[in-house]
């Protein structure tokens, strides 16, 4: 999902039953990011100006590497591109996911990313926990479905509801979106302020998910400790919220992968002239290299309860 990150890393997932408090079953810790998932070199199926590299060309180019408490994950930021070339190097059901996250990408081309898709796109659904393009925050929390499934305007979260049909043949894929009101949450912001904790929690009659900016005090102890149960009941109003209503939450989702990324949506043409970023995106992305010394996801732990 990006126009530069060169690294996709994807987890693959299973299966749980519904509760409030949930037990951790996967914890990933700096090198454990590099044994649990699986670094993908393929083509960016975003068609984003980037180029997926295999996990032994990621490492040994920096592009990827950890230390005892945190994974680092980058896109290139030496190479000036050949406009013939490539782009730049770069299963659950119900369960809680929860990020904590230091540092994500930003810069004009940068289209970070966290998510959770089905294998059977767009029929076992989409979970776009975090997501922003270039600058321009703050995140937007987004399910993309197949035909069926909808969202009430109005609803129980901290969250501005955008569109309200997740099927992801009408409207141009936008699917049923959630702006987060909170500027923390994404780009610079959320860099500034030392990131901050994403969570999801997946059930068959509605999905949550949350943010809390590092800087804000009254954060669930469970959420920052990692603990090794959590209790969703005491986390609050999520900042969205998606429930069943309408939408046949257990038949439109299956088992999800999680994967990190960033890669078009940055460098569409509307998108990326709105952001005030200079020339185009394929034209920045390929002769500004030291443009995205910033343009990496650092995170201190990804854990999941069931």
């Known amino acids: 999902m990006s126009s530069l990150l060169k690294t996709a ?3 693959y997932l299973s299966t749980s039953a519904l509760a409030a408090t949930y037990s951790l079953v996967d914890s990933h810790v700096g090198s454990d990011f590099l044994s649990s998932f699986t670094v993908e070199a393929i083509a960016d199926p975003t068609n984003g ?5 295999n996990a032994a060309t990621a490492v040994a ?14 896109a290139d930021y030496k190479t000036v591109l050949s406009a013939s070339g490539p782009g730049r190097n770069s299963q659950y059901t119900t369960s809680v996911m929860v990020f904590n996250i230091q540092h994500m990408p930003q810069g004009c081309g940068t289209w970070p990313a966290v ?5 059977d796109w767009p029929n076992e659904g989409e ?9 321009q925050g703050p995140d937007q929390i987004t399910l993309h479905t197949g035909s069926g499934c909808t969202m009430p305007s109005s609803r129980s979260q901290t969250g501005s509801t955008l569109q309200t049909n997740c099927d992801a043949n009408v409207n141009s894929n936008s699917g049923c979106g959630v702006k987060d009101p909170d500027s923390r949450s994404y780009g610079p912001t959320f860099n500034s302020n030392g990131g901050g904790w994403y969570a999801v929690e997946r059930t068959t ?10 800087a804000q005090s009254g954060i669930p102890s469970d959420v920052t ?10 986390w609050g109003t999520p900042v969205a919220y998606f429930p069943s209503t309408s939408c046949p939450i257990s038949s439109m989702f299956g088992p999800h992968n999680i994967i990190f990324d960033c890669g078009d949506w940055a460098g569409s043409l509307s998108v990326y002239a709105a952001s005030g970023c200079p020339s185009s995106c394929v034209d920045y992305v390929n002769n500004n290299p030291s443009a995205f010394v910033n343009a990496y996801f650092q995170f201190n732990w990804a854990k999941v309860y069931e």
């Open 127 to 135: 979970i776009d926990i975090l997501e922003g393009v270039n600058d």
């Open 115 to 119: 998510w959770t898709v089905g294998a």
């Open 225 to 234: 400790s990692g603990a090794s149960s959590v209790n969703t009941g005491n």
């Open 61 to 74: 180019q920096n592009l990827t590497f950890a230390s005892g408490n945190t994974f680092i994950m980058r």
């Open 205 to 214: 009659s509605f999905i949550n998910v949350w943010f809390w900016s590092r």
């Open 9 to 11: 890393i994807v987890a």
């Open 49 to 53: 100006r980037v180029n997926y590299v």
